[in-house]
């Protein structure tokens, strides 16, 4: 078992919930999110915004089946991954889940092979490939959101 997979199953294991089991939660949410900030230390207020980030748009999901396939191939990017990481975290993907009253939040970097995962107040970083962004930009695109410029 690859060490990233390992500690992201002893954080959600700690958590009590597994990244694809969670397909009933109250609420299901998949963002296009603008993570690039030319200047991190400008603080940016957005009409609407996701985690600080601007949102472009964001699709509800309201079928576990296409809820357990996008928490499965966010689970597959984790799994598949070598380690690689680099250092920018521009995120322009994002879900969040909510779940009796407790969100979890996936915010992802295809840039630098990223996903950062926010539960309470636990945040870790986990290494991903970028296999996963085809299908949530067609899932996106097929609904109208538009992506996030690439940098």
């Known amino acids: 078992m690859k060490f990233w997979t390992l500690i992201l199953i002893i954080v959600l294991v700690g958590c009590g919930t597994s990244v694809v089991d969670q ?35 964001k699709i509800e999901i309201t079928d576990n089946q296409t809820k357990r396939e996008i928490l499965q191939s966010i689970q597959n990017g984790i799994d598949e991954s070598d380690g690689t990481v680099a250092s920018c975290f521009w995120p322009r993907h994002a879900v969040r889940t909510i779940e009796q009253g407790i969100a979890t939040d996936y915010v992802i970097c295809f840039q630098c092979l990223q996903v950062r995962i926010i539960k309470d107040d636990s945040v870790s970083n986990v ?21 996030a410029p690439k940098h």
């Open 23 to 57: 397909v009933t939660q109250d609420s299901f949410t998949l963002y296009s999110i603008n993570g690039y900030v030319d200047d991190p230390a400008t603080t940016q207020v957005f009409a609407d915004q996701y985690c600080g980030y601007e949102v472009f748009g």
């Open 127 to 147: 290494p991903i490939t970028r296999t996963p962004s085809k299908f949530l930009d067609k899932l996106l695109i097929d609904n109208g959101i538009p992506l």
